[in-house]
T-cell receptor
Framework: DAKTTQPTSMDCAEGRAANLPCNHSTISGNEYVYWYRQIHSQGPQYIIHGLKNNETNEMASLIITEDRKSSTLILPHATLRDTAVYYCIVGSRSSNTGKLIFGQGTTLQVKP | SAVISQKPSRDICQRGTSLTIQCQVDSQVTMMFWYRQQPGQSLTLIATANQGSEATYESGFVIDKFPISRPNLTFSTLTVSNMSPEDSSIYLC????????????FGPGTRLLVL
């Protein structure tokens, strides 16, 4: 599985958009980009995933560059409850193993 | 989505003892995963537990230390054996939304402190 690189930490003002970057320059053609977050003292929560097209759901938007070497998770209107560690993970659905290899993630602090 | 519960939610144990952690899912799933999260660290996959077969362990984890049971499609246990303070971690189970998929639901975790 391709490795990912994320900034260690980021701050965001409440109500503003939070843009969390992720580099995955070694991603292969059949690998998806997944985003999870872990709020303090809870298990990780699935947010969104994508292959090459931009994706949006009720939680966030995922923007994947055309060369697929990087992506950005966008929380359009961050709230204090969005304070968490955000993990960008690359995985191959074709492997059928379901394994998730977590990196260190980005600690997002949403401030009032 | 799947609802996952774990027992116990937390425990304090003495070194040399063993603790069995339970993971219960509200639907039948073929695959279940066990992760460890050491203090201040990210999650590390311990093993994949498929019903009806032996668990598959990741590099650095062995069955003697972390025996896993998978008696049916909704339940699994992870035992942390002969514990040492280095085993103090959060232990989490997860299940995929679809078999083999990386979209997963996680339990709340079991917080273990070994003295």
């Amino acid at each position: 599985d391709a490795k990912t690189t994320q900034p260690t930490s980021m701050d965001c003002a409440e109500g503003r958009a939070a843009n969390l970057p992720c580099n995955h320059s070694t991603i292969s053609g059949n690998e998806y980009v997944y985003w999870y977050r872990q709020i303090h003292s809870q298990g990780p929560q699935y947010i969104i995933h994508g292959l090459k097209n931009n994706e949006t759901n009720e939680m966030a938007s995922l923007i994947i560059t055309e060369d697929r070497k990087s992506s950005t998770l966008i929380l359009p209107h961050a709230t204090l409850r969005d304070t968490a560690v955000y993990y960008c993970i690359v995985g191959s659905r074709s492997s059928n193993t379901g394994k998730l290899i977590f990196g260190q993630g980005t600690t997002l602090q949403v401030k009032p | 989505s799947a609802v996952i519960s774990q027992k116990p939610s937390r425990d304090i144990c003495q070194r040399g003892t063993s603790l069995t952690i339970q993971c219960q899912v509200d639907s039948q799933v073929t695959m279940m995963f066990w992760y460890r999260q050491q203090p201040g660290q990210s999650l590390t996959l311990i093993a994949t537990a498929n019903q009806g077969s032996e668990a598959t362990y990741e590099s650095g984890f062995v069955i003697d230390k972390f025996p896993i049971s998978r008696p049916n499609l909704t339940f699994s246990t992870l035992t942390v054996s002969n514990m040492s303070p280095e085993d103090s971690s959060i232990y989490l189970c997860s299940v995929p939304a679809i078999p083999g998929g990386e979209t997963q639901y996680f339990g709340p975790g079991t917080r273990l402190l070994v003295l």
